[in-house]
């Protein structure tokens, strides 16, 4: 039997197995969503923008590990997904974007709502496909979704022209896919993870550096197996929080620029880094010739262009991260009479040192809530059982520092974009795949209105997605570099004319709070737990905290500033109170 | 440091976008191209000829590897021996005094003659760079209208 394009289209989603779709409609789309009408394996969630409907998607697949899926028109419809394939195409998140476009014969005319959208979107995705005939429509979404999820994961686009979406044809799912010029390597090779092993052996100082590959391939169990059995401690990037337990005693806490005194220090120390899934970003390594500089580098990492890419790497293993630890995990269960304990216990003691020298604290201000103590108070109130998403800048930094993750998929920021409007779409995108979760957006007052209009999203599905702004009145990080490093001229950083939080949640029909004593913050956070509906809270917080420790650009990790009274370096004199607004 | 970069492609639009996109997304000229469809035409062969620091060629070529369209890719830089031809159309102004001297140097260089006029010889030259770029110097004091060159084309050789 012949179906239309755009019956094909829906048939090869049930193929996939897709049950969710993010989007927006218009013209070119019309005959797709009028089969999404008639059915009802798949729902489709209206966003309110098409940057919306991408973080959500991109939400929703980091949160379940399926690909995400979103379905825009042509023209402004895909040009707005841009900046979300972009963010998932930085941190590798698999992702099937589905434009619209206008009809073939129309292609290259300038006509209404017309973009090259597979010409904008060739850099930041990591393949993507005009399908000019609906002869090779399910072939390609076949090959789409295996790209997408397959080797290093990242965002597929599809770009179809309206006549492709009427036009029939017979329908053939193909069974498999083979790309000559995509054959990932997932088995390390096996010589090269006894080298690695061998290294570990005999390593005196060895640390395991994690990062997003380990959440992306599910190696979180094979990870703690290893760190575990042989007593290595564990930093992670921001990418990686949540592979291994933030409360476990092995766990470092974050590296980098606002990483931890312990992870930087013993990074810097150490004579073997073992580095899982992750690409040695520059907030990562600070200044780069003095980054680690006694360390050998073993590198796992499925990707060869992420090897050797920022960083010399001694010993590569190109591979999937989780088989890559099963095979060291099996080879080290062979290798008995390893005292691994004692072999570790002075480098263990060391670290310690370290970590009681600098634990991380933040100040208190008589009368004013410190932003930390907020993700302290979530992380404390959801048990550390809640999903995260953040924004950018201050708010996604003390996120990271001040909530220990426990589960991988549990933390979910644009690491590698930056992109301020991530975190509340992509809350809604978790909720969706996580129903039965708590899922809280750490928000600041700027990035937070990127995508606000999401609201109406959230409160049309009741979905009890959780929105604590961290509410400063400042552009936060933007501004705390100005103070640190402009004599704090605060050029373009204050938001004086913020909206009314509260009134604006209750105009989207969610519940607003707003929280000006610390003594109610825990009661705020266990409302909004409880209530079943959209809350935004509106922590109104110490308008210059800062996020410390800092290693300022270009500077080695291990020249901290720490603002905890012991460090080197004081910070200016703070003058947030003499700005009025 | 200069390197020949070979490139086996599928043979679909869009693909010579995505390989100029990884040099121009990181600042490098593509100093020659040369694209044409293989044996099997599904296939196409392209010969990339670009400069830059070793560490960064590396990471092209990794990045070459990764589009999903790229079958193959080598770079000739280094050990492997090759073969490296270019063909060049050189129109050179031949007025009665100059005629006998360019066809001298189209014998020289073992090249021919494809166009002729009573003012001008179009010349073909094949061969590896350095001959291409011999022949010219050699023709220009005679007065040289255009230069047409096609960038080399490379092969390993058989071992």
């Known amino acids: 039997m012949k179906l239309s394009g755009a019956e094909i289209f829906l048939e090869c989603l049930r193929r996939e197995k897709v049950d969710t779709i993010f989007g927006y409609p218009g013209g070119v789309l019309l005959n797709i969503y009028d089969v999404l009408h008639q059915q009802r394996d798949i729902r489709h969630i209206l966003t309110k923008h098409e940057q919306g409907a991408v973080h959500a998607a991109d939400g929703y697949a980091r949160a ?103 036009n029939q044809t017979e329908f053939k799912y193909p069974a498999r896919v083979d790309l000559k010029g995509f054959k990932p390597n997932y088995e390390g090779n096996v010589q090269q993870i006894k080298r690695a092993l061998q290294a570990i052996k005999k390593a005196e100082r060895p640390v395991l550096f994690t990062g997003g590959g380990v959440i992306l391939s599910n190696a979180a169990a094979e990870l703690r197996k290893l760190a575990r059995k042989t007593q290595i401690p564990v930093t992670s990037s921001l990418m990686g929080l949540g592979a291994y337990p933030g409360e476990d005693p092995l766990f470092l806490g974050m590296l980098g620029m606002h990483g931890t005194y312990a992870a930087n220090m013993s990074i810097q120390n150490t004579d073997l880094i073992i580095a899982v899934g992750a690409r040695f970003d520059d907030r990562v390594t600070g200044k780069i010739e003095s980054f680690a500089p006694k360390a050998g580098i073993v590198h796992f990492d499925i990707d060869p262009t992420s090897i050797k890419k920022n960083i010399r790497v001694d010993i590569p293993v190109v591979g999937d991260c989780r088989n890559v630890l099963k095979e060291m995990n099996r080879l080290l269960a062979a290798e008995r009479g390893v005292p691994w304990k004692k072999k570790h216990a002075g480098w263990l003691a060391q670290i310690e040192e370290w970590r009681k020298a600098h634990p991380m604290t933040y100040r208190e201000r008589k009368g004013k809530i410190p932003p930390q103590y907020v993700v302290e108070q979530i992380h404390k109130l959801t048990k550390g059982e809640a999903i995260i998403t953040t924004e950018v800048g201050q708010n996604q930094m003390w996120a990271a520092q001040f909530f220990k993750f426990k589960h991988p998929r549990q933390f979910l920021s644009s690491g590698g974009l930056g992109t301020m409007g991530y975190g509340f779409p992509a809350a809604i995108g978790a909720q969706f795949a996580c129903p039965d979760k708590v899922v809280f957006d750490i928000a600041g007052d700027g990035s937070i209105q990127m995508n606000i209009q999401e609201l109406a999203t959230a409160v049309q599905h009741r979905l009890p997605v959780n929105v604590a702004i961290l509410d400063n009145r400042f552009l936060g990080m933007v501004r705390q570099w100005q103070q640190l490093f402009y004599d704090c001229r605060y050029s373009s950083t204050c938001l004086h004319s913020g909206p009314d939080f509260v009134r604006l949640a209750e105009a989207y029909g969610a519940v607003g709070l707003r929280i000006t004593e610390k003594a109610d913050v825990p009661d705020a956070i266990r409302e909004a737990i409880a ?51 | 440091m200069r390197h020949t970069i070979s490139v086996l492609v599928e043979n679909k639009f869009g693909v010579l976008a995505r390989v100029a996109g990884l040099f121009s997304g990181r600042g490098f000229n593509i100093e020659t191209l040369n694209v044409a469809p293989t044996l099997d035409p599904a296939y196409s062969q392209m010969t990339i000829v670009t400069s830059g620091d070793d560490r960064i060629l590396e990471q092209i070529s990794k990045q070459l590897n990764r589009l999903i369209n790229v079958i193959k890719v080598t770079d000739y830089a280094g050990d492997v021996t090759y073969l490296n031809r270019e063909l060049v159309l050189i129109k050179v102004t031949a007025k009665a005094e100059h005629r006998a001297e360019a066809l001298r140097i189209t014998d020289i260089f073992r090249a021919k003659v494809v166009d002729s006029g009573p003012a001008h010889y179009t010349i073909e030259v094949t061969g590896n760079p350095a001959k291409i770029s011999g022949v010219i110097e050699m023709l220009r004091p005679l007065g040289i209208k255009s230069v047409v060159r096609t960038g080399p084309v490379a092969m390993a050789r058989e071992r």
């Open chain 1, 64 to 166: 379940s590990g399926k690909p995400g899926v979103v379905l825009v028109t042509s023209g402004p419809g895909a040009t707005n997904t841009v900046t979300g394939i972009a963010t998932a195409f930085m941190d590798s998140i698999p992702m099937v974007v589905f434009t619209g476009q206008v009809p073939m014969s129309m292609i290259g005319n300038d006509a209404f709502q017309e973009a090259d959208i597979v010409g904008i979107t060739r850099p930041c995705t990591k393949h993507n496909y005009l399908v000019s005939d609906v002869s090779k429509l399910a072939s390609t979404i076949k090959e789409a979704f295996h790209i997408a999820t397959h080797g290093r994961p990242g965002p597929v686009l599809i770009d179809l022209p309206k006549d492709v979406t009427v």
């Open chain 1, 531 to 581: 209530t079943k509906n959209t809350v935004l809270l509106d922590f109104i917080v110490d308008r210059e905290a800062n996020v410390m420790p800092m290693v300022p650009a270009g500077a080695s990790i291990d020249e901290m500033m720490l603002d905890d009274g012991k460090g080197k370096k004081s910070l200016p004199k703070q003058q947030a109170d003499k700005i009025t607004g």
